[in-house]
């Protein structure tokens, strides 16, 4: 029990140790504010406690991390990096509030449905949303676009930018008052420029981006998303060999994988709706195959229901499944209108 | 590989020649785009293809492309006689733009296509056709009149046979969209609909897009060739025509009265595209062509 050997007082040790920070490590990754909160001591005092912490691991002999194996990770850790995490609004709070705040980074999210639903729409507002500035509790990051069947059409991303700068104006209308030094400089047109926008025409292309992204990742290290609209178009023509058409996709799966969690960005995937032809009747399923649908984190569903568009969780190691209503707007993807805005939980 | 710059990426349009139908559209069909067109027979789909042939050679400046067209037609005969008509018009509308000799219509190429192995064909060779006219007129916009007559009658309904069939619409769709982005083309397709009977709609019931369902003369419909194609496209519209009947006022002789007549509706609705709202707008077939109309 390291803490013990710490020369501090026995009232914050016993704090610590109640707190459940019965080791050095422990207080290798956590901030002095988070610490403060936990002990409920003051900031300055909790700063104390790490310098000193810190000092003494320093001088120890045996390596700092006791991680078996190198660049592991405790969970511990790895739970303090999640909270620390920042997701991408979807600008609409319903779908936010489903998502657990949004498109979480580090993990690849899928999102499927039938044409017309708002694939393209939701991914150009992500790539618009990406960019809004750390004090409006965004990202300030940049965004790579990957088109692959043309749809994303320019006009309309600067409509959606626009409508971004005007809510964040509002708000800082109404909550800011007296900062006048936070106007809002941002253009439409530097959120377009922002958007690092790649046009697609073959699956080699495909491939041949995405093992690029690393190289232009490193030199671009504020992008923050990657939007391919849509993964599936040029797969979906006659392979002749299928299991070649499986080992590219997982390798492409894979890579984008390693990217998210490299360069801790959020990477969006949109696919397509095809039948699955079972027995007699149809079913509905996204494209690609079932050893596709294994190599997504997470998989969001678009569909209509009724006059409405809604969204239901698929498949996610973390959220509940459930399925909440939206609405595409000339502003961007927004709030469904309708009165009953319940969300069901299944 | 380098990004794009967005803010050089202009997204142009070709006008359809009627300034109310323009305005639903946001422009007109768009370029490095396929743009589908879903009605039934005589609804007006083939006068639409027309109309932008000839528009597509006013210049830049009036919302043409300044270019000539392809026009791949499937269903026999071409409408050679309705095209003089039209070209008519739009030369006595357009007069300053052509000067007297000019025939638009000589700026219009026109093939048959038989089946969908003749269209890959045909699209194999389109690329350099295409790069020759850049000598003269560049051609800037492929009609592909309709797409699902190559469809309608080769494939058994198996799914194998069906599998076989979205395969190839991937493949003609990925070919197309690769000229369309190679030389900034717009590309218009028209597509055919299919009935929906009885209370067991299937796949085909599926909603796609903003309408709920589709009604054309009184039947409820659905565009042919199913879900797959209707991810090959980029924008789809539908035009509709019904009978309605209308109550008229009448002066007459003996005080006024009220004749009840038939009329024919037609609208074109917006049903899925990346930058159009839900929209719809009613229009009209005349002698000159097709133009919309402000109620």
């Given at each position: 029990m390291e803490i013990w050997r710490l020369p501090i007082s026995a009232s914050q040790r016993g704090k610590l140790i109640s707190a459940g920070y019965t080791s050095l490590s422990s207080l290798s990754s956590i901030s002095s504010s988070d610490l403060a909160r936990e002990l409920k001591v003051s900031e300055s005092e909790a700063m104390n406690i790490l310098k000193v912490a810190s000092h003494s691991r320093g001088s120890e002999t045996s390596n700092a991390s006791c991680s078996i194996v190198e660049g592991a990770q405790s969970a511990w850790d790895m739970l303090h990096d999640e909270e620390s995490l920042m997701h991408i609004t979807t600008s609409s709070a319903d779908l936010d509030n489903i998502l657990g705040g949004g498109i979480h980074c580090k993990e690849v999210t899928e999102i499927g449905g039938v044409p017309g639903i708002g694939k393209t729409q939701l991914g150009i507002q992500v790539a618009v949303n990406v960019q809004i500035p750390n004090d409006f509790g965004g990202l300030g990051g940049k965004a790579i676009y990957i088109d692959t069947e043309g749809s994303f059409m320019v006009e309309r991303a600067f409509q959606i930018a626009e409508a971004c700068i005007e809510d964040m104006s509002e708000y800082n209308r109404f909550?800011?008052?007296?900062?006048?030094?936070?106007?809002?400089?941002?253009?439409p047109q530097d959120i377009l420029e922002n958007i690092f926008y790649f046009r697609i025409c073959s699956y080699t292309e495909q491939i041949a981006l995405i093992n690029y992204l690393d190289k232009f990742l490193s030199e671009h290290k504020d992008v923050k998303v990657i939007v391919v609209d849509s993964v599936t178009f040029h797969f979906?023509?006659?392979?002749?060999?299928m299991a070649l058409r499986t080992r590219v996709l997982s390798g492409m799966a894979l890579k984008l994988m390693n990217l998210a969690k490299r360069f801790s960005l959020a990477v969006v995937l949109l696919n397509q709706v095809t039948t699955k032809h079972t027995e007699a009747s149809f079913q509905l399923a996204l494209a690609l195959g079932d050893s596709w649908s294994h190599t997504c984190t997470n998989r969001i569903v678009l569909y209509w229901n009724g006059n409405e568009r809604y969204a239901y969780i698929d498949k996610s190691p973390s959220l509940r499944s459930a399925s909440a209503a939206y609405s595409v707007t000339a502003r961007g993807i927004r709030n469904s209108s309708s009165s009953c805005k319940r969300i069901k939980m299944m | 590989m380098t990004p794009q710059s967005l803010l050089q990426l202009t997204s142009q349009k070709c006008t359809t020649g009627c300034p109310i139908l323009d305005r639903l559209l946001y422009g007109g069909i768009p370029c490095d785009s396929i743009t589908e067109i879903v009605a039934e027979s005589g609804s007006g789909k083939t006068q639409i293809c027309l109309q932008l042939s000839l528009h597509a050679q006013l210049p830049v400046s009036h919302g043409g492309l300044a270019a000539s067209s392809l026009y791949l037609h499937?269903?026999?005969?071409?409408?050679f006689r309705r095209l003089h008509q039209l070209c008519l018009s739009f030369r006595s509308s357009n007069a300053h733009h052509f000067p007297v000799n000019d025939n638009p219509c000589d700026r219009i190429f026109v093939q048959s296509v038989h089946s969908a192995d003749h269209l890959l064909e045909i699209m194999s060779k389109t690329d350099p056709f295409i790069e020759n006219s850049k000598n003269q007129v560049p051609a800037r916009l492929i009609v592909i009149d309709s797409i699902a007559a190559l469809f309608r009658s080769d494939f058994d309904n198996t799914p194998v046979e069906l599998k076989r069939r979205s395969s190839l619409f991937f493949k003609i769709s990925s070919k197309l969209k690769a000229l369309a982005k190679r030389f900034n083309l717009a590309v218009l397709v028209t597509n055919q609909v299919v009935d929906l009977v009885g209370p067991n709609e299937g796949i085909n019931g599926l909603r796609i897009g903003n309408l709920g369902c589709l009604h054309t003369s009184g039947r409820r419909v659905c565009p042919a060739l199913g879900l797959a194609w209707a991810n090959c496209v980029n924008s789809r519209l539908f035009l509709s025509r019904n009978e309605e009947v209308i109550r008229e006022e009448n002066e007459k002789p003996n005080g006024q009265s009220c004749d009840f007549v038939k009329k024919k509706m037609r609208k074109l609705y917006v049903v899925f595209a990346p930058h159009l709202p839900e929209s719809s707008c009613e229009f009209e077939i005349t002698r000159e062509g097709l133009f919309g109309v402000e109620r």
């Open positions: 909550l800011r008052k007296d900062f006048q030094e936070c106007k809002i400089k941002m253009l979906r023509q006659d392979f002749d060999d | 499937t269903e026999f005969p071409f409408p």
